[in-house]
């Protein structure tokens, strides 16, 4: 499955943004997918994350109540809706997926910049 992520760009504090991961080749629902970040000079951290079939989700500590994770399935396509951002999200967002057999996110999309202003 190849994955393409977009929909970042520059927002000011408080503001919101909607990422999208489409995906070809693949049924993106019967992928877990997982989004990630990496902030400049800082280690990639896990975002959201929801199952195949959209059976579960999750959430990093700092996201839970601002960002939710949903897909469209008729688009093959995965969101993270991001409200209330801060100055700390500012980051390369991917997407990654790995089918349920698998332990680690092998399938990975391009990054979307997010620039956070204060």
């Known amino acids: 499955v190849q994955l393409q992520a977009s929909g970042g760009g520059l927002v000011q504090a408080g503001g919101f943004l909607r990422l999208s991961c489409v995906a070809s080749g693949g049924t993106l629902s019967m992928y877990d997918v997982m989004w990630f970040r990496q902030a400049p000079g800082k280690e990639r951290e896990s975002v959201a994350a929801?199952?195949?079939?959209?059976?579960?989700?999750y959430y990093a500590g700092s996201m839970q109540g601002r960002f939710t994770t949903s897909r469209d399935n008729a688009k093959n396509t995965v969101y993270l809706q991001m409200n209330k951002l801060k100055s700390e999200d500012t980051a390369v967002y991917y997407c990654a997926a790995k089918t349920r057999l698998m332990t680690t996110y092998d399938y990975w999309g391009q990054g979307t910049e997010v620039t956070v202003s204060s």
């Open positions: 929801s199952s195949w079939r959209d059976v579960s989700t």
